[in-house]
């Protein structure tokens, strides 16, 4: 998974309550993404990183939050936790932009929220 | 809107078999495509890339094909194995800044012995 872990691999929470998943990247790549993956939808980006405090909305970015202190650590934050982001997420980094470079993907976190 | 998407959702073949999965895009500006391999409980894996300037690029036992003419992408799997078994994704970056992958939405190789 090319040095890329997720925290946790598996939570159950409830609606309502904040949730941060972690991804932590060794190979110090300067981009960072957060996707969800939905039957019928596919991976559909949250938000992504170009450097540290530098982040950017995607295609599904409400509801959601995002942080980086740090060029190894991205953090995905639910505010307010709905059964509609019961989903799996997924953290993918890449060492340049866009169309320059390939994505490689974490091991992903599958969240409940009840 | 812009979307990459496949041709079939599934696809069954015999070991040994050579596997095509095809992928249709949209984006006439999407420069860079990747296939990827997912399996059960996995994040994706990266297989192959192809930039749009190349028309054919070689991997080990794969081969990605690219016509630009009428947008499609094709990843052909020689003598496929049960270890093949996964849903393949096509993703295509356009030509912009700060753009990310666009996904398709799988097909799922299954492999019998």
């Known amino acids: 998974d090319a040095g890329i872990t997720q925290s946790p691999r598996h939570k159950v929470t409830e609606t309502g309550t904040p949730v941060t998943l972690r991804c932590h990247q060794t190979e110090n790549h300067r981009y960072m993404y957060w996707y969800r993956q939905d039957p019928g939808h596919g991976l559909r980006l949250i938000h992504y990183?170009?450097?540290?405090?530098?982040?950017d909305k995607g295609e599904v970015s409400d509801g959601y939050s995002v942080s980086r202190s740090k060029t190894e650590d991205f953090l995905l934050t639910l505010e307010s936790a709905t059964s509609s982001q019961t989903s799996v997420y997924f953290c993918?980094?890449?060492?340049?932009?866009?169309?320059?470079?390939?994505?490689?993907f974490g091991p992903g976190t599958r969240l409940t929220v009840l | 809107g812009e979307s990459v998407g496949l041709h079939l959702p599934t696809l069954s073949v015999q070991e040994g078999d050579n596997s095509i999965i095809n992928c249709a895009y949209s984006n006439s500006a999407s420069d860079y495509f990747i296939w990827y391999k997912q399996e059960s409980g996995k994040g994706p894996q990266f297989i192959i890339d192809i930039r749009s300037n190349m028309d054919k690029r070689q991997g080990q036992r794969v081969t990605v094909l690219l016509n630009k003419t009428v947008k499609h992408l094709s990843l052909q799997i020689a003598a496929t194995q049960p270890g093949d078994s996964a849903v393949y994704f096509c993703?295509?970056?356009?030509?912009?800044?700060?753009?990310?992958?666009?996904f398709g939405k799988g097909t799922t190789l299954s492999v019998s012995s």
């Open positions: 990183s170009y450097g540290v405090k530098d982040t």
């Open positions: 993918a980094i890449s060492e340049r932009e866009g169309s320059t470079d390939t994505q490689y």
């Open positions: 993703a295509e970056i356009p030509n912009q800044a700060g753009t990310a992958l666009i």
